[in-house]
């Protein structure tokens, strides 16, 4: 795989990752009434994720890449379903309640993640930690409170499980490190496939919508895959106080996409979504000021 050692180079690799984040719920938003084909959605997308990262690692190392699936284990089956989990909430979040409010419950992934940690892997929580936790538990109150709509309040729930069962995945990569991480990835997209394919064929819905629709579905997928490969090359290069904050760049993007009106969407995020953001903005540069303090590393690869 290919490795970048210099930063310079490495920090416009991972903002660019992203930014391809960031189209996904602008993807969602130009569907034909995706809240009616949530289970077909995640079969298109899951369907995608598989082929495209089966492809890449093929590319990468040759025949020989399905051996990786030997060494996924206990913790790569779980991180891929907590990923996968992620996959199927993210869709009943956002076509629920608004991107802003999805985007910015995925932006609390670090503090879910450092609680599951402290609880599963013992890891200690410092003070000034903590402090980045209560400061995003604070704003996502704040967005709840404003979330008083049934439907609403359903999205933000769901944005919260999505954003947990990314912080599953990323506690299992901790767990087990030699975990191969993009067959991870790729069973998260399989688990999708599989599990949209029972619910299809037990409601008998059909697999597809329309072509529109089923174009977008492989085209969020595509988005999520060419983002995570441009993240892996890129994040071992990059301490993860910056890559934190590069990260970042899914939220703010995603969120001014929805809202830029030559798009055609023009989705303005409420007053309490703005505040909770900004509650959580605060808190994630904080805990980047505080992870760069520290001097750790993260990478996907």
């Known amino acids: 795989m290919i490795e970048l050692k210099n930063e310079k180079i490495a920090i416009p690799v ?11 719920p602008l993807v969602v938003r130009y569907m034909d009434n995706p809240h009616m084909v949530p289970w077909q ?16 690692l093929y590319f990468e190392e040759g ?12 913790s790569g089956v ?5 990923l996968g989990i992620a996959m199927i909430s993210f ?38 930690v903590w402090v980045s936790i209560i400061l995003a538990t604070i704003g996502i109150i704040i967005m709840a409170l404003g979330n008083t709509e049934k439907n609403s309040l359903l999205g933000f729930v769901f944005g919260l499980t999505s954003s947990i069962g990314f912080s599953v995945f990323s506690v299992t990569l901790r ?27 037990s409601t008998k819905q059909t ?7 089923s174009s977008m579905f492989s085209l969020h997928g595509t988005l999520v895959c060419l983002g995570l490969i441009l993240y892996s090359i890129g994040s071992k290069a990059i301490p993860a106080a910056e890559l934190t904050l590069l990260s970042l760049t899914e939220v703010i993007g995603g969120i001014f996409w929805v809202w830029l009106p030559l798009l055609g969407i023009n989705e303005i995020p409420s007053t309490n979504t703005i505040v909770g953001g900004f509650f959580l903005f605060v808190s994630l540069i904080y805990y980047s000021l505080i992870m760069r303090w520290n001097k750790r590393f993260i990478a996907l690869n």
């Open 91 to 128: 869709i009943y979040s956002i076509t629920n309640t608004t991107a802003a409010v999805t985007l910015l419950c995925l932006a609390a992934m670090p503090f879910f993640t450092a609680i599951l940690a402290y609880l599963f892997l013992k890891e200690k929580i410092s003070m000034n």
């Open 14 to 24: 991972v903002l660019i990752a992203g930014i391809f984040w960031s189209f996904g």
């Open 63 to 74: 025949i020989n890449f399905y051996k990786n699936y030997k060494k996924v284990g206990r």
């Open 207 to 213: 697999f597809f919508s329309t072509s529109y629709n």
């Open 175 to 201: 767990w087990r490190k030699e975990t191969p991480k993009f067959t991870t990835v790729a069973v998260a997209g399989l688990f999708c496939f599989v599990f949209a394919t029972i619910v299809i064929l």
């Open 78 to 82: 779980i991180g891929g379903c907590g």
């Open 41 to 56: 959605y995640i079969f298109g997308r899951g369907l995608t994720i598989f082929i495209i990262l089966n492809l890449y």
